[in-house]
Structure formats: structure tokens, C-alpha cells
């Protein structure tokens, strides 16, 4: 099985479509976080406009970690939709390039294939995240230094210098997890489709629709939300909260992992009866 | 050829919706066969060898290879084959030797050794390291068959392996099949709708047409159920038909825009001959035909074949 991971590894790395994604993260981060740095706190000051008049802040709000945390936010559609690239491509992609032929006729069980597969996915999905983690932070903190870290989200709250970093690695890790679950879906469209082009439309398609049932505040909606995964990915947010709500963070967790077994759960259905007309 | 049945399959079909691109097929392919598959293009050939290699699912019967039931034993059904299915595609980004890594993992393992013999055998050693998206066709077809012989398989199939190759590439191919049946032992199944190249290599075969076998047994005695026909190359044509249909023997003429397609016994050929001479015509060809060819075109476009019957 390690074998195999490792040819899908060599196949999806050596890939220029891998990179796309990398590419672009490496270009976006340090073009905001620099504009960010020349804008020299403009933002923050506008978000704190109308505290200001009751509140007094002192010393470096506006560093590296607001800047950082702020970025943070491409997990709601940015980040998802360079994942699909990969992931929708994973099973769908040797459709197109007609290599089914290649690697479905061989005494290997098709199960084996799919997992290959799938932890190739997994892997692309948690270095990737890890990528955006490390290069945003660290630049950010070069460019913006370090301080007490601002929290804009259901009010304000100013979490010390001392307690910031470990929360930066506990979100990434809960934002991994969350788009492991959008990677899933990508990975289920590409079992049921012969073109790559299908699961990244249709991933992001599900994605904002349930984003937007997610945020519009309407009552038709509210009895659906929690049957939403959209409604969890934002669980890298809840460590950034003080207390930090433990029991809804796990819930959160079991909520994703249970969309992502299922979404893979059906792709394999799917894929070991599949007939490969391509 | 009567030696151990490796490939076996028992009233297999696939349907589409409601058309049956495969129907009631049972084929056997015994061991040190070259078994020729011949039919014209979608009569079933391609979808028969995707079930073969569990591409695809049968929607009825059953495939057994090396006696083991394909649904329900497929990884040691599939231990001693190595096949190419159509075109063969690789992963264009990577180079050859790169691929046969892969396929080699797929089927458990292989050594550079290995990969290093298959790509000599076809040909490929120097531009083992080069990307294949940068391969011709023909180098595309030889490394489809470097990569169905990779784990040294018994019984080896080639969907239209001399797809779109030029004639000596065609030939090098032939060549390589012989080789592998000859020399190497191996259980060759070749599909193909160039039925003289099934001809010049195989020594049993199977017609399939509308996704039925038409038949099936030794090239040798089914070429003698082929008609026995000459082509006649002659001036002037009018003359050429008073002769033809006077003919004794003559079964059945067919006229072609460059020559007459005679059904007759060969041992008429002298006596037309000199009918023909007789009459002051010249003869620029008469050609013997008894190849599968004639047989399989016979069997498989009577209905469409066009000629005029001799009483």
C-alpha cells in the first residue's frame, strides 16, 4: 500500500497542475501582506472606528498576527477552490488522460487504488494548508512583527502575545481538517465524472451555495444549517475565541470527519464498479 | 492446438441501454496459443477484451483466466496477464521508465533490471529517460507492449497493437508477437480488424461480428471453408465479361473499378487462362485469394457485398 502511495505521490507532485495552487498562494500572500504593511493599519483603524469613541487601545495592534489572521479567511472560497484543482483531478484526470487502462487492469484490487488515491489527496490537501499557514504567518510577522493578537468576530477580543502561536497551529490544523472535507467532495465528483473541469465546478457550487444558506440569516434556512458541513468550516475560527468552546470545536471535528468518510465512502461505491469506457 | 485452456468465457455479453454490444460470446484461448480476434471496427472487440480485463463488467456470463472465475478471484485471475486495451495512453509528464515503475508497483513490484529488458525488447532503451507526451505513436504502441510484458505475464493481450503504425512498424510488431510466442512461450490474444496481419501470425482464431462470434478454430481449417477466388486483371473488360460468364466453374463474379473478383476452384485457373488468351485479351494479373481475409469478408459484409451470379 505505501508503494502505491508513493507512485500517486510521484504522479500528482511532478504534475504542473499540483503547482497551480502553490503558485498562486505564493503570489496573492506576499502582494496582500506587503499592501497590507504599505496600508499601514488603515483597515484595523476602520474596523475600530466606532469603538473608539468608548475604548482606548494602546500598543501594536495592527502587527503580524492580525495581519496573518486575517488571511485566514481565503479558507471560505479561495483555498477550496485551489484544492479542487488537485483533488477533482485525482480520479477523474486519469479518465481523461485515458491511464484507467493503464492501472485498472492490473492483479491490484481497486480498493487499493482508491485509497492510494485518496491519501495522495489527503496529503496534497494537509501540505497545502500547511504551506499557506507557513507562508502567511511568517511573512506577516516579518513584515508586521509581532503583538497582542485583535480579534474581530462576534466583538473584540485581544488575545496577549503569549497565547497567540500555539492557537495559529491549532487553526491550520482544524483548517486542514475542514478542507480534507471539501477535498472529499472534489474526490467524489471526480469518481462519477471523465473530465477534471466537472468536480472543481461542481465542488465550488456545492461550497457557496451551502456557504450562503449558511450566513444569510433567513428563518427558511436555520433548520437546514446544521446538516450543512459549510456550517462547521469555520471551526479554525472557535480557537481564536477565549474560552475556547472545546465541545463545539469536537463537535465540529466529528461533524467534518463524518462528510468526508461519507463523501469518500460513496466515491469508493462508485469507483469499484465503475465500467472504464474512456 | 489443444493444450490448457487459459482464457475462457461462458456466454458473456455487456448491453448498453438496450443495444448489446456484446451478446452469447464464448471464447477459449488454449495455452502457446496466437489467437487471432478478428472483426470489423465496433463489432465488439475492444468491449470484449475491456471484460477480459475487468474494465468493465459483464452484464451476463462469466470470464475465466487461468480457470479462476475473473468476478470473483480478479487479482489471481489477472496475476499471469499483461494486456493493452485500444490506444495506449501513459502519463505524457513522465518518462517511459518512470511509467513502467508505476505499472511495475501496480503488479507488485518490479527491478530496474526488468524495466531495462522490456524497454530493449521493443526498442525504447535510449529514450527510456525521455518524457512521453514527447514519443511517436509507434513508440507510444511498442511501450504499451514493453508494459503488458513487464511482470513477465503468461498470456499476453494486444488490442490492435499495429493501430496507426506505418508498414515497417506493423511488421517489427508481427514480428515481436512471433518472438514472444516462439521464443518466449508466452499465450499471445490479438485483436485486430487487419485480417491478413491475424493471418500471418495466428494459429487459432475467432470472428466476432455485431457482437457475436461468427466462429471460431484453427486458421488452417478455417481457411479452407474460405472461397477460393481470383482476381483477374484483363483488357479489354467487355470481352473479359463474354469470357467470365462463359466460364466453366465460375461461381460468382464480382467487378471492381481495377480488377474481377472470380469464385472458382484453383483448378480452373489454367483453363481461364487460356480462354482468356484465346480471345485475344490481355491478362495483366490473375491472382489466386484464399486468405482469411476473403473468408472473413465474406462472412461478415454478405450482406452488403454487391455481385453478379453465374448460372
Known sequence: ?278 | MTGEIILQTKNLGKQYKHRWAVHHLDLEVHRGDVFGFLGPNGAGKSTTIRMLLSLIRPTEGEVFLFGKSLDREREKALESIGGIVEKPDFYGYLSAYRNLEIVGALNGGTTRKRIEEVLSLVGLSTRARDKVKTYSHGMKQRLGIAQSLLSDPEFVILDEPTSGLDPQGMKEIRELIRHLAADQNKTVMLSSHLLNEVEMVANRMAVINRGELVTQGDVSSLLEKGEKSVAVRAKPLEKVRQVLSGQRGVEKVVETAEEFLVTMPFEGIPELARALVREQIDIEALVPRRSLEEYFLAITESDTREGTSKE
Open chain 1, 1 to 278: 500500500m505505501l508503494r502505491l502511495i508513493y507512485y500517486e505521490l510521484i504522479k500528482t507532485f511532478l504534475k504542473k497542475r499540483t503547482y497551480i495552487g502553490f503558485a498562486l498562494v505564493a503570489v496573492i500572500v506576499p502582494l496582500v501582506e506587503v499592501a497590507m504593511k504599505l496600508e499601514g493599519g488603515r483597515f484595523l483603524q476602520y474596523s475600530l472606528r466606532s469603538l473608539q469613541q468608548d475604548f482606548f487601545f494602546v500598543g501594536n495592534l495592527y502587527n503580524g498576527w492580525f495581519v496573518a489572521h486575517s488571511m485566514m479567511n481565503s479558507l471560505w472560497v479561495q483555498i477550496p477552490l485551489l484544492i479542487s484543482f488537485v483533488a477533482g483531478d485525482q480520479l477523474a484526470g486519469e479518465a481523461t488522460a485515458g491511464t484507467y487502462r493503464l492501472i485498472l487492469v492490473r492483479p491490484v484490487s481497486r480498493t487499493r487504488i482508491f485509497l492510494s488515491k485518496f491519501s495522495t489527496t489527503a496529503i496534497y490537501t494537509v501540505v497545502f494548508v500547511g504551506f499557506l499557514g507557513i507562508l502567511s504567518v511568517g511573512l506577516a510577522l516579518v513584515l508586521l512583527g509581532r503583538g497582542d493578537l485583535i480579534v474581530l468576530q462576534r466583538g473584540i477580543l485581544i488575545l496577549s502575545e503569549s497565547d497567540v502561536a500555539w492557537r495559529f497551529l491549532a487553526a491550520y490544523f482544524l483548517a486542514a481538517w475542514a478542507m480534507l472535507t471539501i477535498a472529499s467532495l472534489a474526490f467524489l465528483f471526480s469518481s462519477f465524472v471523465e473530465n477534471a473541469i466537472g468536480p472543481i465546478i461542481g465542488t465550488m457550487g456545492v461550497n457557496i451555495v451551502f456557504l450562503l444558506i449558511t450566513v444569510i440569516p433567513v428563518e427558511l434556512f436555520k433548520d437546514i444549517k446544521p446538516y450543512l458541513f459549510s456550517n462547521y468550516l469555520n471551526v479554525w475560527q472557535q480557537v481564536f475565541e477565549d474560552p475556547i468552546p472545546w465541545e463545539s470545536v469536537g463537535n465540529s471535528i466529528a461533524v467534518l470527519g463524518a462528510y468526508s468518510v461519507g463523501f469518500v465512502f460513496i466515491a469508493w461505491l462508485i469507483f469499484r464498479r465503475k465500467d472504464i469506457l474512456s
